[in-house]
């Protein structure tokens, strides 16, 4: 597992730079790998090292084709399954603030504007929705 995780902080960089490539395979497999990334290292994602870095590459994917934006939604999605156990609570309760708080308007508007756009189809509804879902548990 240690080797894994250093494999994962050295690449993130390098994959965030394939979601910008010319080619649309190559945009949706780095966005893929980003969103196995969160699900699997999200503590590694979440540090101040990489954070900033993997969301602003997933913003503008929430503009782009279907798959794209299915596949920033991910992201977003898998980012916040780390906080669905959050053992961080203090002896007043949940703890007020997360890695995500700083970003947490500019993901809602992101994602709202998902829903709005006129070529949304159900698949981009429904991943979308499911990262709202999770992004509002994360809050």
Request: hydrophobic residues 40%; glycine residues 8%.
């Amino acid at each position: 597992p240690g080797l894994m995780r250093q494999v994962v902080a050295e690449a993130i960089t390098t994959i965030c730079g394939y979601v910008s490539d010319n080619n649309a395979m190559v945009r949706d497999s780095a966005m893929w790998t980003l969103s196995v990334m969160c699900a699997e290292f999200s503590d590694i994602v979440l540090s101040a090292q990489f954070l900033d870095g993997v969301l602003g590459v997933v913003a503008p994917t929430l503009q782009m084709d279907s798959g794209m934006t299915c596949r920033g939604a991910a992201v977003i999605h898998n980012l916040c399954l780390h906080f669905d156990d959050d053992d961080d609570d203090d002896e007043n309760g949940p703890k007020n603030t997360n890695e995500l708080s700083p970003y947490y308007e500019g993901m809602v508007t992101g994602l709202l504007a998902v829903l709005d756009r006129p070529d949304v189809d159900d698949h981009m509804r429904h991943d979308t929705q499911e990262a709202l879902n999770r992004l509002f548990g994360a809050a």
